[in-house]
């Protein structure tokens, strides 16, 4: 989980619109109705794509310098920056089930106190998160 800048390379189309292609990244193209949408669009496909290879294991593929990407003389080179943690804070939100084990008398304690064990899991786990 991390925060990625990759080029892409903004093609315009003859209706307004702009196809955006990332050339480091095999399959990950979109578009948008105008440049606004376009680089809209691009950084949801590129923390698309990146939350897969992170989610499957893969190596998350080098980034080109932008004088080595080939282009036309009509189209953009643009980095495109994404953050995957914040993509799957929105898109991968799912509770998850977790068994946990923790001393008895920290588990009589807690109970009487009222304490809520998943919030203070998660805000414990963000806190690590956050950290790294």
């Not at 292609?21 to 399959?27: A, K, M, Q, T, V």
């Not at 949408?37 to 923390?47: C, F, G, T, V």
């Not at 897969?52 to 294991?57: A, H, L, S, T």
Request: aromatic residues 10%; hydrophobic residues 40%; contains cysteine.
């Amino acid at each position: 989980m991390a925060k990625y800048a990759y080029p892409a390379v903004f093609t315009p189309e003859q209706d307004g619109g702009y196809s955006v292609n990332f050339p480091d990244l095999e399959g990950c193209y979109t578009c948008g109705d105008d440049m606004a949408d376009a680089i809209s669009m691009a950084e949801d496909a590129l923390a698309l794509i990146l939350y897969g290879y992170e989610k499957d294991g893969r190596a998350i593929p080098a980034v080109s310098a932008p004088a080595n990407i080939s282009h036309n003389p009509d189209e953009i080179i643009n980095f495109i920056a994404c953050d995957t943690l914040q993509y799957r804070k929105m898109y991968s939100s799912k509770a998850v089930k977790k068994t946990l084990t923790i001393p008895e008398w920290m588990n009589e304690a807690a109970t009487a106190m009222g304490l809520n064990f998943s919030q203070i899991l998660q805000e414990a786990l963000m806190t690590r998160l956050q950290s790294r």
